[in-house]
């Protein structure tokens, strides 16, 4: 009942003509409210879409530029973000003022895109696929179209940060697609590397997912927005034809939630999911991210909130492996004292005692392991991040 009363005074807000903003920290400020964002490319397969990305908590859906898919988001109390693309030609300002003044009257519509991955081209690496000033100059023409609404702007997880941050000009909120569930001996495709990883950073695990969050805020800075864009697919079933059975891998649910919650203690103020479209629903992915999603609408408040300056001690104990990342953690303030979550890094089990105040916890993380905390203590509120341990 909370999320409808909140989503549809946002709604009437856009239609006043208040714009939705960017708070100092680069979370999504809807209605004056802080916002973790949880967001969809495309809806599950299936009966009752849109149903099912309202009831799991998604607040916004990238759409099709049609009336249909607009009222549908209307009528489940959603938002949907449209793409204008990119001034590439003269004529493509007149183009692009056309159809935000056709769109822009309607509350539904959240922020706009301009291009995606505008950087990436594959197995070309010394060149971009639209320069940054072609995405600056876009945003300015946005801009002066519709000052209200925010930008949305994805890249691919390669190229250098300082590449990346040419685009920053372009963009309020800044995404990368990171998708590192993938079966040994994939055969070549396109966005996958001659050794079978889109990523390549050299962590090849699914904590690479923190490492890239870790990235692009690197390249946004403390004022944008960082989303993170997550996978919804397995790879395999990208392929239009010729598919390998032994290749197609879904993340299982400890994965889904495993790169959700690291990426937000790494910093991210947003969670997107690409790739529904090729994902059957009988593959068990979708309800994998809808109950992740679930859990993280339990947690909006505080997914929403500053982290706190309170330290979280950790104490290690011996398991027979060695520590390579260990254990990395957030604590964000919630009504009942704080929230922890801690997620182990590491491939190998971590033993540890974390300890928080008077709080104190012993546990036994699996291999990529994660855990939501709610030490019962009184903590002061900080204003500033702490550090991912």
């Not at 489940?76 to 056709?102: C, Y």
């Not at 390669?158 to 995404?175: E, M």
């Not at 690291?262 to 109950?291: C, F, K, M, N």
């Amino acid at each position: 009942m909370k999320r409808r009363s909140f989503l549809g005074s946002a709604l009437a807000a856009f239609a006043a003509g208040e714009p939705g903003r960017v708070d100092s920290d680069g979370m999504l400020l809807l209605n004056g409210k802080r916002t973790f964002v949880l967001g969809l490319y495309q809806l599950p397969q299936g009966t009752a879409p849109w149903r099912r990305a309202a009831d799991a908590g998604f607040h916004v859906v990238h759409a099709d530029p049609k009336p249909d898919q607009l009222a549908q988001a209307r009528a489940h109390n959603m938002h949907v973000w449209l793409t204008v693309g990119s001034k590439r030609k003269p004529e493509d300002e007149a183009r692009i003022r056309k159809f935000i003044g056709q769109w822009k009257q309607h509350p539904e519509v959240l922020f706009w895109e301009t291009e995606d991955e505008p950087s990436f081209v594959w197995k070309k690496p010394r060149e971009v696929r639209i320069p940054s000033e072609i995405i600056r100059e876009t945003y300015r023409l946005v801009k002066s179209a519709d000052p209200a609404r925010p930008l949305y702007l994805n890249h691919s997880p390669t190229n250098l940060v300082s590449t990346l941050a040419r685009y920053n000009p372009g963009g309020d909120f800044l995404a990368t697609d990171i998708y590192p569930v993938i079966p040994r001996g994939i055969r070549e495709q396109y966005a996958l590397w001659p050794d079978g990883q889109q990523g390549d950073l050299l962590n090849s695990t699914i904590s690479q997912v923190g490492a890239y969050t870790d990235k692009m805020r690197q390249v946004a800075g403390p004022a944008r927005g960082v989303w993170m864009v997550l996978q919804g697919f397995a790879w395999e079933m990208l392929r239009e034809k010729d598919r390998d059975p032994r290749m197609i891998r879904y993340p299982t649910m400890a994965e889904t939630r495993f790169m959700a919650l690291q990426a937000i203690v790494h910093g991210a103020t947003g969670l997107l999911w690409w790739g529904l479209y090729r994902t059957p629903p009988e593959s068990g992915l979708w309800d994998s991210i809808a109950a992740v999603a679930r859990e993280l609408k339990g947690l909006s408040e505080e997914l929403a909130a500053r982290p706190l300056r309170a330290g979280v001690q950790i104490e290690y104990h011996d398991t027979g492996h060695s520590l390579d990342r260990g254990i990395e953690w957030v604590l964000k303030p919630s009504a009942k004292g704080s929230v922890l979550i801690a997620v182990n890094a590491d491939k190998n089990p971590v033993e540890a005692t974390m300890r928080l105040g008077a709080w104190q916890r012993r546990e036994l993380f699996e291999p990529f392991g994660a855990r939501v905390f709610h030490p019962q203590a009184s903590i002061a509120r900080g204003q500033t991040t702490h550090p991912v341990h």
